[in-house]
């Protein structure tokens, strides 16, 4: 049976660097950083007083009061973002029988600024303080449920929660989902808004975060020599996922197409990746192949790129191994460098990321990288985003646990 194409039609996004697609894409193609001191809570006592929240948004600007309370942050990320991918898809309830359009969205946490804020409620106020929200504000599936709510959206519906994997699989698992037949259309992508104390404490403890709170944007440095952790991001992104044929006949534009995809697990450690990135590499054997493109065909890698000594020594390392002498060629980035890393949200930030690549022939740099580090010797597109022609891209997640996820988007090409 001839494998169902899947393209994309529909793009939305929430940064550090920008609330919106085009704001989003404007400010990585200019290398604009969105990290800064932390001020969503007061972080005076915290070693890490810096993160990439959003700045200016205001749930106010889009639900009313009442609505909000409902609903924790990441889910109104989620909403908003899908409101904006659906507006640039032109999918109407005309166009599309609601039985065959289908949401997963992928999330790291879910509604943890609603578990923190509900227990200490808890333990100061006892039982009757704590509101009969918390639970469907609180629980992870909730912003997939609310968005299909929204919309009438009664095809498949699910989480992923694969840590910081958990966007790039919704997308991959999205795409299956139409490519198996059990869905026309699939609303996906992934949404985090996890900047909190007990979040920051967290990471901090295990060494895992920058500690540069005298330069919040030279903190997140990806694949530089002097790099000394991640940087704590927040944001969404959705994208608008369509069987070929159904986008065709209505006239969507096409933005690009998803076409390939590739899981695996580390099995190795809960925390550090695989020695030599196996794992990795087979992923991303796995979704070239289910692209059915050679490897000489990929342009571009948005890099997992945490800006840990681990991650990024052995994203290279396996990237090597894979692509041998066309590593030479292939450009790698990691935009984490700009909104520093949005755990279960960042891939679906870096999807969106690559297809406004290929729509635009830029590819996005690699910011604060001065130092090279003789374990990392590709390039990394430093600090200055590179007008190229770009037809193939690779986007990397990797989480805890051993999570490997990686897809593979191209130019779109009717043939």
Not at 22 to 40: E, N, R, V
Request: with cysteine; glycine share 10%; proline share 4%.
């Amino acid at each position: 049976m001839k494998k169902r194409r899947v393209v994309i039609t529909g793009l939305g996004a929430l940064a550090p660097n920008g609330n919106s697609l085009s704001k989003y894409w404007d400010a990585l193609s200019a290398g604009q950083s969105g990290i800064g001191p932390i001020t969503c809570f007061d972080a005076e006592n915290l070693s890490v007083q810096i993160a990439g929240e959003l700045s200016g948004f205001n749930p106010e600007d889009y639900f009313d009061k009442k609505e909000i309370r409902k609903m924790d942050p990441f889910t109104i990320y989620t909403l908003v973002t899908a409101k904006e991918a659906l507006l640039q898809s032109g999918l109407n309830k005309s166009d599309i029988d609601l039985e065959r359009v289908g949401v997963i969205m992928g999330t790291g946490v879910g509604g943890i600024q609603t578990l923190e804020d509900q227990n200490s409620i808890y333990s100061k106020r006892g039982q009757r303080r704590v509101s009969p929200f918390f639970v469907p504000r609180m629980i992870a599936n909730i912003a997939a449920g609310n968005l299909a709510i929204n919309y009438g959206f009664q095809g498949p519906n699910h989480t992923v929660i694969s840590a910081c994997a958990s966007g790039t699989d919704a997308i991959g698992c999205a795409a299956r989902t139409i490519q198996y037949g059990d869905a026309e259309v699939m609303v996906t992508g992934g949404a985090e808004a996890s900047i909190t104390g007990l979040t920051i404490s967290g990471f901090a403890n295990m060494k895992a975060l920058s500690n540069r709170n005298d330069d919040p944007e030279a903190a997140s440095r990806p694949f530089d020599a002097d790099r000394d952790g991640f940087v704590l991001g927040e944001g969404a992104a959705s994208i608008i996922l369509e069987e070929a044929t159904h986008a065709k006949a209505r006239g969507a534009i096409i933005l690009g197409e998803l076409a390939g995809y590739g899981s695996t697990d580390d099995a190795y450690h809960i925390t550090q990746p695989s020695q030599g990135g196996v794992g990795a590499i087979l992923a991303m054997k796995n979704a070239i192949i289910d692209a059915g493109l050679n490897l000489e065909d990929v342009d571009y890698i948005n890099a997992h790129g945490t800006s840990t000594p681990f991650n990024d020594k052995t994203e290279s390392s396996a990237i090597m191994t894979l692509f041998g002498d066309h590593a030479n060629k292939l450009k790698v980035s990691s935009t984490k460098s700009m909104i520093g890393h949005a755990l279960g949200a960042s891939g679906a930030l870096e999807a969106a990321a690559c297809v406004q690549a290929i729509q635009h022939n830029i590819l996005p740099p690699t910011i604060n990288y001065t130092t090279p580090d003789p374990e990392c010797p590709l390039d990394y597109i430093p600090n200055k985003a590179l007008s190229k022609n770009v037809n193939v891209t690779m986007s990397n997640s990797f989480g805890f646990g051993g999570h490997n996820s990686v897809i593979v988007i191209k130019r779109w090409n009717k043939v």
